[in-house]
C-alpha cells in the first residue's frame, strides 16, 4: 500500500499536478490577487483602500501573503471583518515577519505601529500593524498557514 501511494505522488508530481500556484510580488496588484488577500486577511468588504503592494508565497505548501495598504478609515471595525478580527485585538504590540527580501513599500519600521497577531480558522494567522494619522490608516498585514 506504501508503494503505491509513494508512486501516486511521484507520478503527479514528474506530471505536474503538485503545482502549488505562484509566487508574485508587485505594487500594481491586480483585482484576482487583491480578492484573494481580501478574503484570507478577513478585510471589510465595503472598505475602500489605496494598495500599496503585496507579495504572495503560493509555490509550497503552506501559502504566506504580505500586503501593504492606505485607507482613510481609522477604526479596526471598519478595516476589518469584526466576524473574525475583534478590535480589541489590535491594541497591542506588532510583530511583522519581515524577509530580507522584502520590497522597498514593505516598512513597517519606518512607523510607530499598533495593532497583534490573531489566530484565525484553519490554521492560519494574521499579524496586522497599524498606523494611524489625521488622514487615516497606513495597514501592514502578513498572513499565513501553518
Not at 473574525?84 to 510583530?95: A, H, K, M, R, T
Request: proline content about 5%; overall charge negative.
Amino acid at each position: 500500500m506504501k508503494a503505491a501511494v509513494y508512486a501516486s505522488v511521484l507520478l503527479m508530481a514528474a506530471a505536474g499536478c503538485l503545482d502549488f500556484g505562484e509566487d508574485v510580488e508587485t505594487d500594481n496588484p491586480s483585482q484576482q490577487q487583491l480578492d484573494y488577500c481580501e478574503a484570507v486577511m478577513h478585510l471589510n468588504s465595503q472598505m475602500v483602500y489605496t494598495p500599496v503592494g503585496i507579495k504572495l508565497i503560493g509555490s509550497g505548501i503552506d501559502d504566506a501573503a504580505w500586503m501593504c495598504f492606505f485607507t482613510e478609515e481609522t477604526q479596526v471595525s471598519a478595516i476589518f471583518d469584526t466576524t473574525f478580527i475583534f478590535p480589541d485585538s489590535l491594541l497591542g504590540d506588532v510583530f511583522l515577519y519581515s524577509p530580507e527580501d522584502m520590497p522597498e513599500w514593505w516598512n513597517p519600521s519606518e512607523y510607530k505601529l499598533i495593532g497583534g497577531r490573531i489566530a484565525l480558522p484553519n490554521g492560519c494567522f494574521i499579524n496586522v500593524g497599524m498606523n494611524r494619522t489625521c488622514e487615516g490608516t497606513s495597514v501592514f498585514i502578513f498572513w499565513n498557514e501553518i
